[in-house]
């Protein structure tokens, strides 16, 4: 980038273009459009005036290079077979079994999200893999209890990239333990696990709001709509058996994590050969996903055609019905990557990485703290967990590992627990469109409910962060900010039944 530049690369004008959008997604309650803008502003600065460098900006550089990205190809495509997947246990009547059967052991509105809960936390595979399979099991569950869309979509999006964050197997560790370089990375993500506050106390606020019985702020006034209802009801039609729903999802589940280990050289021979958490470090999720369910979904077919559920023309029409459920989330999905594209573009690495090293001299022991507030804003403008982990960890690695050890941990864990809660928040993030689509909410109805849990979260975290910078105790630190938070929520819930 020039000194021509009237916005110059790797200064604070880089996140502009995500905060413009972001904003007016909040404002006008319409993500597409919104998003489209930030592209455009985004376009505008990269090309200072010039109409040709606009058009390459948006467009070459832009849409059709994150549409010909391998990976992004392949979460698309992974997408597309679970909208298959789901748009098949639905058509077998596997949905249906499943909701006769909740209907007996599944009794309140407490049961059907504690539910929901324990579904998100077993799957922790993958974020994506996550959000659509929980929420196409437990629809029909919650729909039954009235839990409101928006509520599902919060326990969905809140048992998705927390749960994935803490999971040594998962694709989030692969990714953690990639962008570390000259220590095991796997080896630190296990170390950070403790102190991972913001994942840890979303999984202990989740629980304490359903057991309690509450909810506040705009989630408070969301209820199950009469056309949701009946829609949910419409859609879970057939004469199948619950093992139609659960012998698919096992499948997936198992073939997922059987292409995961694959691409990273469990079964390859010689030197190639890796260990299973070596080849859960080295995997390509994106491949290993779209192989695995793939696998799981030929598998479901010959299963079904087996048991006389479905006819092989019926399996054939549940593939572009699937396909057509997940439009809305892929169009959001190339628009986000699309801005991210622009915003690494215009150098926020740059400008992200000279806070960062810059504050690490003077503020020693508040650095956890201001490593979670910096990874949560970069997420939350950006979208992308996974991108703050690049451009943090190694930053964090390379101003702590010879001084500080122990301090690298806590703020490495910061890193990753301040970009999940930015990740969390924001409504250009992959996974929260993903809660969304897997709960057939409305997208920024979902980001607007979600807010409040999550910031109140969020500001516990930080606090704790500011106690384990000076006890370096996980321990201590937990036990403080699980006091202040329990204690924070028995308060607002006081609050809300007075109102």
């Known amino acids: 980038m020039d000194s021509q530049w009237l916005f110059q690369a790797g200064t604070f004008w880089a ?10 997604a909040l404002i006008t309650k319409e993500v597409y459009s919104s998003l489209f803008i930030g592209v455009i502003l985004g376009g505008l600065f990269i090309s200072q005036g010039s109409f040709p460098g606009f058009l390459n900006a948006v467009f070459s550089d832009g849409v059709i290079k994150q549409l010909s990205d391998p990976w992004n190809v392949g979460i698309i495509v992974f997408l597309v077979i679970l909208g298959a997947m789901v748009s098949l246990m639905n058509k077998a009547g596997g949905s249906a079994a499943f909701g006769e059967w909740a209907k007996k052991h599944i009794k309140t509105k407490t049961g059907a999200q504690i539910s929901s809960i324990v579904l998100g936390i077993l799957i922790f595979i993958d974020d994506y893999f996550n959000c659509l399979t929980v929420g196409s099991v437990m629809k029909p569950v919650t729909d039954k209890h009235k839990v409101s869309r928006e509520k599902l979509a919060y326990l969905i999006d809140s048992t998705a990239a927390p749960i994935c964050i803490i999971a040594p197997i998962s694709s989030w560790a692969a990714a953690v333990s990639g962008f570390v370089d000259g220590e095991n990375g796997l080896s630190l993500f296990l170390k950070a696990i403790p102190f991972n506050f913001y994942a840890l106390f979303t999984i202990i606020m989740m629980f304490t709001i359903v057991i309690m019985n509450f909810d506040y702020g705009p989630m408070a006034k969301t209820i199950l709509t009469d056309e949701q209802s009946s829609s949910a009801s419409s859609s879970y039609e057939g004469k199948g058996q619950i093992i139609d729903l659960i012998f698919p999802i096992a499948v997936l589940i198992v073939f997922c994590t059987i292409g995961m280990i694959y691409t990273g050289g469990f079964f390859s021979s010689g030197e190639d050969h890796n260990g299973f958490v070596d080849a859960f470090a080295n995997s390509d999720a994106s491949i290993g996903l ?22 092989f023309s019926e399996f054939m029409s549940c593939i572009p019905d699937g396909f057509k459920a997940m439009v809305p989330a892929i169009l959001i999905l190339t628009l986000a990557w699309t801005l991210k594209g622009v915003t690494d573009a215009l ?14 001299a003077g503020f020693l022991n508040f650095m956890p703290a201001i490593i ?13 967990s996974w ?36 990740d969390h928040c924001s409504p250009i993030s992959d ?12 997208h920024v109805s979902h980001v607007s409910t979600q807010l409040p849990y999550a910031m109140t979260v969020a500001i516990i975290s930080f606090a704790t962060y500011i106690i384990a910078g000076f006890t370096r105790s996980a321990l201590i630190s937990f036990a403080a900010g699980a006091v202040i938070l329990i204690g924070t929520l028995f308060i607002l819930k006081k609050k809300f039944s007075d109102r």
């Open 15 to 24: 996140l502009v273009p995500p905060i413009v959008a972001i904003a007016l």
């Open 290 to 311: 779209v192989l695995g369910s793939f696998a799981a979904l030929m598998i479901t077919l010959v299963f079904y055609m087996s048991r006389g559920v479905l006819k």
């Open 347 to 360: 150098g926020a690495k740059t400008f992200v990485a000279g806070i960062v090293e810059n504050g690490a």
């Open 372 to 384: 979670f507030i910096i990874a949560a804003l970069l997420a939350f403008a950006t979208g992308t």
């Open 387 to 422: 991108g703050t982990f690049g451009i943090l960890i190694p930053i964090v690695v390379n101003a702590f590992m010879t001084t500080d050890y122990n301090l690298m941990i806590i703020s490495i864990s910061a890193c990753m627990a301040g970009a999940v809660c930015g």
């Open 431 to 442: 996974t929260t469109i993903m809660a969304s689509a897997g709960a057939q909410c409305p």
